[in-house]
């Protein structure tokens, strides 16, 4: 990966796992490519627990290592992070007011966008 570490995309709870997928992480450095802004990832890979311990969904794509949460702090952070990911084809955003959720997740419905 071009942009990234492999430890940013490690459980957050500290137990060290990380499987996030390879088509997931390819698409992400292509769209901060795109952005050309820093995407800082607030979360990654989460294990049954952690996942569980933050009010994750019990079938949430990070624990399948196909999603990723990151930090948009302003409005035009948001709109270049959008931006890359529409642009290296993710097809399932969610926008919060901190944070754009970003995953490759083909068993869940596509071409979508929602709010937190």
Known sequence: MRYFR??????????GENHMDTETLEMLDTARAYADVPF???SAWRCEKHNKKVGGKKDSSHTYG???DISAPDS???F?????LVQAQFTRIGIAKTFI?????????AEVVWLY
């Open 6 to 15: 492999s430890k940013e995309f490690d459980c957050s709870c500290g137990c």
């Open 40 to 42: 800082r990832i607030n």
């Open 66 to 68: 196909k999603a990723v």
């Open 76 to 78: 035009r952070s948001r």
């Open 80 to 84: 270049w992070i959008i931006y890359g």
């Open 101 to 109: 959720h970003a995953d490759t997740d083909h068993n869940k419905d």
